[in-house]
């Protein structure tokens, strides 16, 4: 899995994650969004946050 961040004004950067085993999704309890990810891999734990976090309607469209 590759992970690619930055903004659109600046070259994005790559994160690779080797055999991720397991991906989760978090919310912040508040506003309901999924603010947190953590990926398991065979080489260890990846956490990301997101500012703003990722809104659940989107997730149900993408379930569907």
């Known amino acids: 899995m590759i992970i690619e961040t930055g903004s659109s004004e ?3 950067l ?3 994650i080797v055999e991720p085993i397991r991906i989760v999704l ?3 309890g508040e506003s309901g ?3 947190h990810l953590e990926i398991l891999a ?3 734990t990846t956490e990301i946050d997101f500012h703003p976090g990722i ?3 989107l997730l149900e469209k993408l379930a569907a």
């Open 26 to 28: 978090k919310t912040d």
């Open 42 to 44: 065979e080489m260890g």
């Open 14 to 16: 790559q994160y690779q």
């Open 33 to 35: 969004r999924y603010n």
């Open 55 to 57: 809104n659940p309607a």
């Open 10 to 12: 600046e070259k994005p």
